[in-house]
């Protein structure tokens, strides 16, 4: 099993990382029913140090793996249904779903059809997805799509690819199709040195330009069952299988939020975290962390105006999204920006974890 540094991981080309490997799932629409997460768990603890992280993208990933065992690893994981037994199709299941979707609602409709057709997308940057975000008002906004289907303010069924303000209305039953033609554009038009839509500067084709914008998105979001948020996105799957077992749930759905929803029993009692701040795991765990990160932001967050990102590197991982203030690892120190993103022109730069405190009144 060769591991994959610097690429987004998936099961079948884990990422290492200072921890052991990273392996990620995909979970089909984001939802897994109880004994597939008993299972995870315990497959985590077995083959991994028992940790799983909820990345942006709703996704899981087991840490901690070892080479030995990453292959019966996957094995059990394929025989679980929760990874393709295909590597390139599951590469492709790059699609992000609105955690509120219902069985038969829009969102369903569109994220089933385009994960059928997926052997029709040409091959894309591992990184590039899709968010599929059809409920009566955007979910999605912050979190990472390159190509989006939204509600429009007008009520319609929107495409938009990322970085631009308005797409076009689409009739019910187009959205496959237009997404599929959309990444063949982004390729045919050099997009795969861009990597990414928003960085993409060709002109979208006419078909594709429009100015119809996004209903204004939702303050809290309605979502199925009992929100679970976890500190940093981090599952401790020893904990985590305790409360399954003694729980009724019927099943998880995973979110771009650092949080998953608990169905099917609404007496459990979430664990009080912090949720306005994000931080990656940092060093020594990544490779490419320069700096510490969680407890940083554990000691800050109390003392800070809005949302807080701690990122051991300019990649961002936790967060792709601005935030109030947001701390960048760069040589073993950080840079201290405000209101942007991880790797920001700094206001203040190259401060140690002392400077930081003392910036921000922490004693």
């Known amino acids: 099993m060769s591991a994959i540094r610097g690429w987004c991981p998936t099961a079948w080309r884990p990422m290492a990382a ?36 909820v990345t942006s993208r709703a996704n899981l990933q087991i840490r901690g793996v070892g080479e030995d065992g990453c292959p019966t690893l996957i094995a059990e994981l394929v025989a679980l249904g929760l990874v393709d037994p295909d590597p390139a199709r599951e590469a492709r299941r790059t699609i992000l779903v609105s955690p509120g979707w219902t069985p038969g609602d829009d969102t369903h409709r569109i994220a089933q059809e ?12 591992a990184k590039f997805g899709f968010a599929i975000d059809a409920g009566t008002a955007p979910m999605l906004a912050d979190a990472p799509g390159d190509i989006r289907i939204e509600r429009s303010a007008a009520g319609h069924l929107l495409l ?36 990414r839509m928003a960085r993409h500067t060709a002109p979208l084709p006419a078909w594709a330009s429009g100015d119809e914008r996004p209903a204004t998105a939702v303050a809290v979001p309605d979502v199925p069952g009992t929100p679970w948020p976890l500190a940093f996105g981090r599952i401790d799957a020893p904990s985590f299988l305790e409360v399954l077992r003694r729980s009724t749930a019927t099943a998880i759905r995973t979110t771009p939020w650092r949080a998953l929803l608990i169905e099917g029993d609404h007496k459990l009692i979430a664990p009080d975290v912090p949720v306005a701040v994000d931080a990656c795991v940092g060093a020594p765990a990544c490779p490419q962390a320069s700096v510490a990160t969680r ?14 990102h701690v990122s051991g590197c300019a990649k961002g991982c936790a967060r792709a999204a601005p935030a109030a203030v947001v701390l960048t690892g760069r040589a073993g120190r950080y840079d201290l920006a405000f209101d942007a993103r991880a790797g920001a022109a700094p206001a203040h730069a190259a401060l140690d974890a002392a400077a930081l405190l003392q910036h921000f009144g922490v004693r």
């Open 160 to 195: 938009r690819a990322d970085g631009r303000a308005g797409g076009i209305a689409l009739a019910p039953g187009e959205e496959a199709d237009a997404l599929i033609a959309l990444t063949a554009w982004f390729i045919a038009s050099g997009g795969d040195g861009a990597t």
């Open 114 to 125: 385009l994960d059928r057709r997926l052997a029709e997308l040409p091959p894309l940057p």
């Open 295 to 308: 407890a940083l932001a554990a000691r800050l967050a109390p003392f800070v105006a809005g949302r807080l």
């Open 18 to 53: 200072g921890d052991g490997l990273l392996v990620r799932i995909r979970p089909q629409m984001g939802r897994m029913v109880r004994d597939a997460m008993l299972s995870l768990c315990e497959l985590a603890i077995a083959y991994g140090n028992g940790q799983i992280d």
